[in-house]
């Protein structure tokens, strides 16, 4: 358990309006993703970070942000929240010294853009 | 794109049987991992395989990699009705940055009878 906390859990918002997700970890691990999750589509990378400052992006990146000001903290920003983005919204974090591979996940962030 | 196909989509069978889920994939892997989703909640790992590996084992739980035929799959044995889930395979790469990169199959859903 790498103590991720994702908010809000849930958000309805209307096509057009920012939305802002967070996520919070208090194991100090380096890496951090956001990935969204949808039927029939599996998890799909949006952006990662491997540093304070320091992101890339992911497969499906187009239509979101990121910022790391604080290791612990890893934002998504929808600009403009489209349709097309209601999706269910999972943080991962990664600790390379464990050496083991393994993603940790948060509990996900249901966001439906009317 | 998604690296990873499973099959089957869907499984349903009686506790105390074996359930097999198969994974292919299409490119080169450092390694191959498998994640359980309960309904609503986030994903959990399970186990990982490199891909100097062909089989592993953890409890219950037993997995192969052919990575001549770019394939792996999933065994657990002696089901219980607490293994209903979703499970997931995801193909690691490590990014220049030395981010686990997954990429994930769309999942097959276990339902276990009692």
């Known amino acids: 358990d790498a103590g991720i906390t994702q908010s809000p859990r849930h958000k309805v918002t209307e096509t057009g309006t920012p939305v802002t997700l967070r996520c919070h970890q208090t194991?100090?691990?380096?890496?951090m993703y956001w990935y969204r999750q949808d039927p029939g589509h599996g998890l799909r990378l949006i952006h990662y970070?491997?540093?304070?400052?320091?992101?890339d992006k992911g497969e499906v990146s187009d239509g979101y942000s990121v910022s790391r000001s604080k290791t612990e903290d890893f934002l998504l920003t929808l600009e403009s929240a489209t349709s097309s983005q209601t999706s269910v919204y999972f943080c991962?974090?990664?600790?390379?010294?464990?050496?083991?591979?393994?993603?940790?996940f948060g509990e996900g962030s249901r966001l439906t853009v009317l | 794109s998604q690296q990873g196909e499973e099959d089957p989509q869907a499984l349903s069978i009686q506790e105390g049987e074996n359930a097999t889920m198969n994974c292919s994939y299409k490119?080169?892997?450092?390694?191959l991992q498998w994640y359980r989703q309960n309904s609503g909640r986030g994903l959990v790992h399970l186990i990982l395989?490199?891909?100097?590996?062909r089989e592993k084992h953890s409890g219950r739980l037993r997995v192969t990699l052919d990575t001549s035929k770019k394939s792996s799959s999933l065994l657990i044995t002696a089901s219980r009705a607490a293994d209903t889930a979703s499970y997931f395979c995801?193909?690691?790469?490590?990014?220049?940055?030395?981010?686990?990169?997954?990429?994930f199959g769309q999942g097959t859903r276990l339902t276990i009878n009692p």
């Open positions: 970070s491997y540093g304070v400052k320091d992101t």
């Open positions: 995801a193909t690691g790469e490590l990014s220049i940055q030395g981010a686990q990169k997954l990429v």
């Open positions: 991962a974090t990664y600790n390379r010294s464990r050496n083991t591979g393994e993603l940790f």
């Open positions: 490119t080169s892997i450092n390694n």
């Open positions: 194991e100090n691990h380096r890496y």
């Open positions: 395989i490199r891909s100097n590996e």
